[in-house]
């Protein structure tokens, strides 16, 4: 997230964060969507954002407009940003700004002009689907409308008729009316609403785990994390859905009967101890296993096996100079041994026992 003045730039994931932790005050029903056609993608260099947003601010104001225009910018590289605050109307269209949120996609959309970049195009779906969420909009074209279809004298829907704009472009989303909407536009927005909805999409709401008491329904970077701490204990949940779901739901509902903890499916402070407490006890005892295996591993080969049997006997011979490995640390315990190297063996076994012998009578 990057601020300049009163703009503020972020990708999609921070955008709604930011859409979910604003408090607003107006009413909304309306997305309208616009392309700026003038800046276009020639005039995008990849960095120039808030260059791009106070020139139109700066022509918006020559204009006579109280400000920016419009309270988004989708930009080509997929960055989103809010220009005017979502409190003000804006001015986007005549007859549609009291309870209206405007975005300019920037681009040159008509036939002819700009190439739609993915990214840009992702934001876009994503931008129209979660403020349809956010402010509880069906999605459809009586909430999701373009310029084109106000007539620009009188501000009434007309649906493409009388004086016109083609914004969004004759090439938005496969063309700007209304049937091209419905037909390209409105079931893009919707499907990316539901993956929102259930989680797989990138971009969640942070939250802290632990600040806030979770249940069926959540969806977070939190629930991310809580998936995450339940999965060693054995639950099969998966971790990149960022969705509190049934499963999870099982899962706690589980752990608490196990434990004598009021079971509710929620995770709040006391359950969420449990899961601490049962981590720390796993942990510990993931410790007092690898401690038993190194007790008798091979100090010095790595090929010797952990369990095998003979490990601490090929050590205690390797001391006392009877037998060295293959290699610098490698024994290969199941390679076989010649009647030659056995009688080496034996003979340094005895020259061993004898130097004993005398260290014990010197
Ligand atoms: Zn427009």
Not at 2 to 10: A, R
Not at 40 to 54: I, L, P, T, V
Not at 262 to 272: R, S
Request: with cysteine.
């Amino acid at each position: 997230m990057q601020k300049s003045g009163q703009f503020i730039l972020m990708n999609r994931s921070e955008f709604k964060n930011w859409l979910y932790n604003s408090k607003f005050t107006r009413r909304i029903t309306l997305i309208q969507n616009h392309h700026t056609w003038l800046p276009c993608y020639k005039q995008f260099k990849g960095n120039n954002h808030f260059e791009m947003a106070n020139g139109m601010r700066n022509s918006h104001l020559k204009r006579g407009f109280s400000d920016i225009a419009q309270n988004l910018t989708i930009y080509p590289d997929g960055k989103i940003m809010v220009c005017r605050p979502f409190n003000t109307a804006p001015a986007g269209i005549k007859g549609a700004n009291s309870t209206g949120i405007c975005i300019e996609n920037i681009g040159d959309f008509d036939i002819g002009g700009d190439t739609m970049l993915p990214e840009h195009r992702e934001s876009i779906l994503f931008v129209n689907a979660i403020l349809a969420i956010r402010f509880g909009l069906p999605i459809n074209t009586n909430s999701i409308v373009y310029h084109h279809w106000y007539d620009l004298n009188t501000g009434q829907r007309r649906d493409g008729k009388g004086a016109t704009k083609t914004c969004p472009g004759t090439a938005f989303f496969g063309g700007n009316t209304v049937a091209a909407a419905s037909k390209y536009f409105i079931p893009l927005v919707a499907a990316k609403a539901n993956e929102i909805k259930s989680g797989k999409v990138e971009s969640v709401v942070s939250h802290n785990l632990g600040s806030r008491v979770l249940g069926i329904g959540d969806s977070g970077s939190d629930v991310i994390e809580l998936k995450k701490r339940l999965i060693p204990l054995g639950y099969n949940l998966d971790k990149t859905v960022s969705k509190f779901d049934t499963y999870t739901k099982n899962s706690v509902e589980h752990l608490q009967g196990k434990n004598g903890l009021k079971v509710d499916g929620l995770v709040g402070k006391a359950t969420l101890n449990l899961i601490n407490v049962k981590l720390k006890e796993l942990e510990s005892k993931k410790e007092e296993i690898i401690k038993e295996v190194i007790k008798v591993a091979s100090k010095y080969f790595k090929d010797v096996d952990a369990n095998h049997y003979s490990a601490k006997h090929i050590d205690s011979l390797y001391e006392k100079g009877v037998t060295s490995g293959t290699s610098k640390d490698t024994y290969s315990p199941r390679s076989s041994v010649s009647r030659e190297d056995v009688a080496v063996m034996i003979d340094r076994a005895i020259e061993y026992t004898i130097k004993e012998i005398e260290k014990k009578f010197i």
